[in-house]
């Protein structure tokens, strides 16, 4: 790439990319045989243009804008946190455990209560992948994966076992109180206050990183480990302390579906949601603020997709194509400089 290429910054690359991707998915969608128009008409027709649409947008919107935010903290010291998902599933039982059987609590004490312990679970699990990377040189990729299926198998276990209500068929915990349940902003949909927490949790990280010393040693610590070293900065600490937070924030993703939807935890309560944050964290371009507006998309395309299956013949996968072709560019940033590239190239050689 020559000095007079387009200089695009990550989150400019990551516009880019998305319209790319939606441009390429509508050449693929019409060289199966369907209608572009009709297809995105349907997707972002209902997610937008409905109130219950924008609910169902936003309510996909709220798990994966925790597990974005999730993998964008631990990235932040480059470390990667796969392990979003087990450590979600430890803060959802966490806060079932507290919401069912800590009673006789006041709201105002109860819900937040409930919360925190998805935090600490949800901490306390990453804490042991970060333990093991800075005390033994593990690759946190790896063990945050592999804890994956313990953290998973263990809180099913709790379901169909020790926590399993009397006289349930099914592998889940008992009811959580009233007073540990999360208010619905829209009556009659899936849309609670979680949005709210998740929105607030963004901004919050962005103040810290941008106008605290935390974030500042944070940021040192990500862009090379033994500068931030020798420059007295305790890197260890700081890691720790890092991927504990990814970890607690993945943990209110788990507390936000017991408290919020299903209020119990049910085995299999997540479909993957910890590892579709790596894709919101990734269009974002590891942004705090900007995992909101990526989770947001992904949201509108997730209930675009429910629409999409319901009242068009056009299959529901092209939806999964476009969030592919959105990682795809941003994993690729020199592919989108090139495309961006391309009318120069051609007015050069005119």
């Known amino acids: 790439m020559n000095k007079k290429s387009l200089n695009t910054g990550p989150l400019l690359t990551s516009v880019f990319a998305l319209i790319f991707s939606l441009l390429l998915g509508a050449l693929i969608i019409g060289l199966s045989g369907y209608s572009p128009i009709q297809s995105y008409a349907a997707v972002f027709g209902y997610s937008l243009g409905t109130v219950k649409g924008i609910a169902l947008s936003l309510s996909q919107a709220t798990p994966i804008l925790f597990t974005g935010l999730a993998f964008t903290i631990a990235y932040r010291v480059r470390m990667i946190n796969t392990g979003a998902e087990g450590q979600l599933y430890m803060g959802a039982v966490g806060s079932a455990v507290i919401g069912a059987y800590l009673v006789s609590l006041p709201r ?23 333990f093991l990377r800075v005390r033994f040189g593990a690759s ?19 379901a169909n076992g020790p926590l399993k209500p009397d006289g349930s068929m099914q592998p889940q915990t008992e009811l959580i109180a009233d007073t540990a349940r999360l208010s619905k902003l829209i009556p009659k949909t899936q849309l609670t206050t979680a ?43 700081i890691q720790l302390i890092t991927f504990s937070l990814s970890g607690a924030v993945a943990g209110l993703c788990g507390s936000a579906l ?23 964290a990734a269009l974002a371009a590891y942004n705090p603020a900007a995992v909101v507006l990526s989770a947001i998309l992904f949201g509108i395309l997730k209930a675009g997709a429910i629409t999409l299956n ?15 072709l959105v990682v ?19 007015k050069k050689e005119a």
């Open 328 to 346: 795809v560019f941003v994993a690729a940033p020199r592919m989108v400089k090139a495309i961006l590239d391309i009318p120069k190239q051609i």
């Open 310 to 324: 319901r009242t068009t013949p056009v299959p529901v996968e092209f939806v999964d194509v476009i969030q592919v």
């Open 258 to 280: 017991v408290m919020g939807t299903n209020y119990r935890f049910v085995e299999g309560i997540s479909p993957s949601y910890g590892f579709a944050g790596i894709s919101v």
């Open 140 to 158: 946190e990729i790896i063990t945050s994966l592999m804890l994956n299926e313990v953290f998973i198998l263990f809180t099913g276990y709790l």
């Open 195 to 237: 949005i709210i927490l998740g929105i607030i949790l963004a901004l919050a990280t962005q103040f810290i990183l941008k106008k605290t010393i935390f974030g500042y040693e944070m940021n040192v610590t990500g862009l090379n480990t033994h500068a931030a070293h020798t420059a007295g900065i305790n890197t260890s600490r």
């Open 108 to 130: 105002i004490v109860h819900l937040p209560l409930t919360l925190l312990a998805g935090m600490v679970m949800g901490g306390l699990a990453a804490l042991l992948v970060a």
